[in-house]
T-cell receptor
């Protein structure tokens, strides 16, 4: 099976707290790509990061960081010192190599940052 | 660089009416996707184009939905006749495959459709 699981339906934290969004994936392919997208209340899906299966380096971009672990098939996303503007639905997605480059989406995690 | 453009941004119609959505992808992007996103769910792929050819339309309800990308650039998605369950956001995305085979989809702002 090829699928993405985001077990956290909704997370609510107070501003300035750190928060981690979990993503677990399943694929039979050895080459694949993982993505995170942000969907704020305005509705547009905003690309955050792409990670290749052969590159397990973690990535940091400002307050955002991503932890990719092939051993546990996880690609978790951490926001440090959260801000109200981080409130959105976050989607994790997978493109297996042999898929016409179609995204397999997780169900999304709604993140609420309270002031 | 301009992003993916979509119009209209909002549309309200009555059931059994027809409606059309337009998408202009990022310049140079060969692949174009149409998605349907119902409130509270993830996007569902309706159709994928590579230039002006259809790669996959297996999830497009062809009895009422149609899409075209005649010149391999912009695209239209039509619903005729609309049903109440078509109320959703219709997202367009485009992508370009790099030399290493990597590809990222970039999305437009979407069209929110309400069918009454």
């Amino acid at each position: 099976a090829q699928k993405v699981t985001q077990a956290q339906t909704e997370i609510s934290v107070v501003e300035k707290e750190d928060v981690t969004l979990d993503c677990v994936y399943e694929t039979r392919d050895t080459t694949y790509y993982l993505f995170w997208y942000k969907q704020p209340p305005s509705g547009e899906l905003v690309f955050l990061i792409r990670r290749n299966s052969f590159d397990e380096q973690n990535e940091i971009s400002g307050r955002y960081s991503w932890n990719f672990q092939k051993s546990t098939s996880s690609f978790n996303f951490t926001i440090t010192a959260s801000q109200v503007v981080d409130s959105a639905v976050y989607f994790c997605a997978l493109i297996p190599l042999d898929s016409n480059y179609q995204l397999i989406w997780g169900a999304g995690t709604k993140l609420i940052i309270k002031p | 660089e301009a992003g993916v453009a979509q119009s209209p941004r909002y549309k309200i119609i009555e059931k059994r009416q027809s409606v059309a959505f337009w998408c202009n992808p990022i310049s140079g992007h060969a692949t174009l996707y149409w998605y349907q996103q119902i409130l509270g769910q993830g996007p569902k792929l309706l159709i994928q184009f590579q230039n002006n050819g259809v790669v996959d339309d297996s999830q497009l309800p062809k009895d009422r939905f149609s899409a075209e990308r005649l010149k391999g650039v912009d695209s239209t998605l039509k619903i005729q006749p609309a049903k109440l369950e078509d109320s959703a956001v219709y997202l367009c995305a485009s992508s370009h495959r790099g030399t290493s085979g990597q590809e990222t989809q970039y999305f437009g702002p979407g069209t929110r459709l309400l069918v009454l």
